[in-house]
């Protein structure tokens, strides 16, 4: 099975950094997404890390510890189009081909003026 | 590329009646996810289909829950008897091969009376 935790809510300022945590617990890990999800509109894709380590795309930057089931996403100076859910997803292959995302709950990011 | 698209966006019904959406892939996807997301909740797997063959299916989907995807494109998931639990968010991913993260659309929200 699947468990997948972040924090509900967080609060950040125009212009700062914040880092969102996601830890998982999980059997045959094939790799880690983010999508940003606006309320009522679809998730959209962030970044994804099969191997540990950071990867930067622009102001969004993901991290990855496999041995520590671990992640964080970070965004860098936050724009107030930034407030929206985010989503910590885990790869899990399924039993024919392809895969299916196991999901947490979503981090609801408010950014502040 | 015009994205994933899911129709109606919206469908109010009452209780015991049947309904069924409609999902259109990327075209050159040939994955196809059908996830369910309630209110505070990440998305949750439903089913996944390769082409036209449904491959894999979550215990969430009882009995009353059907999907096709008759000619490999298009996908349609029907909801029979609904009750007042389905009422959420469906969500149509599709993606190309494995490790190419998916794209989801808009979703259909159903609510139950």
């Known amino acids: 099975g699947q468990n997948i935790d972040q924090p509900t809510e967080m609060t950040a300022t125009e212009g700062a950094i914040v880092q969102i945590n996601c830890t998982y617990q999980?059997?045959?890990?094939?790799?880690l997404f983010w999508y940003q999800q606006h309320a009522g509109e679809a998730p959209t894709f962030l970044s994804y890390?099969?191997?540990?380590g950071l990867e930067e795309k622009g102001r969004f930057s993901s991290f990855l510890s496999r041995s520590k089931g671990y992640s964080y996403l970070l965004l860098k100076e936050l724009q107030m189009k930034d407030s929206a859910s985010y989503l910590c997803?885990?790869?899990?292959?399924?039993?024919?081909?392809?895969?299916?995302?196991?999901f947490g709950k979503g981090t609801s990011l408010l950014v502040t003026p | 590329d015009t994205g994933v698209s899911q129709n109606p966006r919206h469908k109010i019904t009452k209780r015991g009646q049947n309904v069924t959406f409609r999902c259109d892939p990327i075209?050159?996807?040939?994955?196809l996810y059908w996830y369910r997301q309630t209110l505070g909740q990440g998305p949750e797997f439903l089913t996944y289909?390769?082409?036209?063959?449904?491959?894999?299916k979550s215990r969430l989907l009882s009995d009353r829950f059907s999907a096709e995807r008759p000619k490999g494109s298009f996908s349609t998931l029907e909801i029979q008897r609904t009750e007042q639990g389905d009422s959420a968010m469906y969500l149509c991913?599709?993606?190309?091969?494995?490790?190419?993260?998916?794209?989801f659309g808009d979703g259909t929200r159903l609510s139950i009376l």
């Open positions: 997803a885990v790869k899990s292959s399924l039993s024919n081909s392809g895969y299916a995302l196991n």
């Open positions: 890390n099969v191997l540990d």
């Open positions: 289909f390769q082409n036209e063959a449904q491959l894999e």
């Open positions: 999980t059997s045959g890990f094939n790799g």
């Open positions: 991913a599709s993606s190309s091969v494995d490790g190419q993260p998916q794209h």
């Open positions: 075209s050159e996807h040939n994955r």
